[in-house]
């Protein structure tokens, strides 16, 4: 799969996807206009340790939900992503069954590494 969820109205989605230099057959989701399916969910969850990586815990709705002061469950993670597109960590890369989740300098350069080897 080589496919990438990001939000178009971020910049720093739409810098990382130019910095990738991405090859024609990337598919690109737009996760404000296209919501992610819980088959979306899962498969990215299958990549990864847990749905808490997948969570955005800069997203606004986080501070005005208080969820920082609440126990959640990885269900609960999975869940809240599912009902808004601002709780998914973004952009997340998706290549030759790796993930690779958030802005991070470290790993918007490990996707540009697998993508280009």
């Known amino acids: 799969m080589k496919k990438i969820y990001y939000l178009s109205t971020c910049n720093t989605c739409t810098r990382i996807i130019s910095e990738l230099d991405l090859p024609n057959d990337f598919q690109l989701q ?6 992610i399916t819980e088959d979306q969910i899962e498969e990215m969850r299958s990549l990864t340790d847990s749905y808490e990586s997948l969570f955005s815990k800069r997203a606004r709705l986080y501070k005005a939900l208080d969820l920082k002061n609440k126990a959640l469950s990885d269900n ?10 601002t709780f998914l960590k973004r ?4 290549f ?4 690779f989740i958030g802005n991070s300098k470290k790993t918007v350069e490990a ?6 080897e």
């Open 76 to 85: 609960d993670y999975k869940n809240y992503i599912l009902e808004h597109y």
């Open 96 to 99: 030759n069954n790796q993930i």
């Open 111 to 116: 996707a540009k590494q697998a993508i280009h």
């Open 91 to 94: 952009p997340v890369v998706l």
């Open 30 to 35: 737009d996760i404000k206009t296209e919501v």
